[in-house]
């Protein structure tokens, strides 16, 4: 084993921190998609007067978008730990390794979870 560089070990820090703000804001946008449903119940009850019914066809994918992007963020969270203890192994060794297939993965996540609330709110 060898010394680890400061400034590795500092990069290697930036990144988890990215990782968890990365989580937390997953967490929170699925409480907030998750709640999205009664915004758009009260808002065509009281302003439109629309029956609940017509609007709160969406409710289901909602629901589900809410709960898989909390999960999501939960599993990163969860992730992050394994992650920095991995690297924090291979700096001590003097070897690097880049888990460049985490970071296509969150935004292919991402992306998909933005396009389907698109569509929900489009045609829903």
């Given at each position: 084993?060898?010394?680890?560089?400061?400034?590795?070990?500092w990069?290697?820090?930036?990144?988890?921190?990215?990782?968890?703000?990365?989580?937390?804001?997953?967490?929170?946008?699925?409480?907030?998609?998750?709640?999205?449903?009664?915004?758009?119940?009260?808002?065509?009850?009281?302003?439109?007067?629309?029956?609940?019914?017509?609007?709160?066809?969406?409710?289901?994918?909602?629901?589900?978008?809410?709960?898989?992007?909390?999960?999501?963020?939960?599993?990163?969270?969860?992730?992050?730990?394994?992650?920095?203890?991995?690297?924090?192994?291979?700096?001590?060794?003097?070897?690097?390794h880049?888990?460049?297939?985490?970071?296509?993965?969150?935004?292919?996540?991402?992306?998909?979870?933005?396009?389907?609330?698109?569509?929900?709110?489009?045609?829903?």
């Open positions: 084993m060898r010394d680890i560089n400061p400034r590795d070990l990069a290697l820090n930036r990144t988890i921190l990215a990782l968890c703000r990365t989580s937390i804001s997953m967490i929170v946008l699925g409480f907030v998609i998750k709640k999205f449903d009664f915004f758009l119940e009260e808002i065509s009850s009281n302003l439109l007067k629309i029956s609940s019914k017509d609007i709160y066809q969406s409710e289901a994918l909602y629901h589900y978008m809410g709960l898989s992007t909390t999960l999501a963020g939960i599993v990163l969270c969860i992730y992050t730990i394994f992650y920095y203890k991995r690297q924090l192994k291979l700096l001590k060794e003097g070897k690097a880049d888990d460049e297939y985490l970071f296509y993965a969150i935004s292919l996540f991402i992306m998909v979870l933005g396009v389907a609330l698109f569509g929900g709110m489009l045609f829903l």
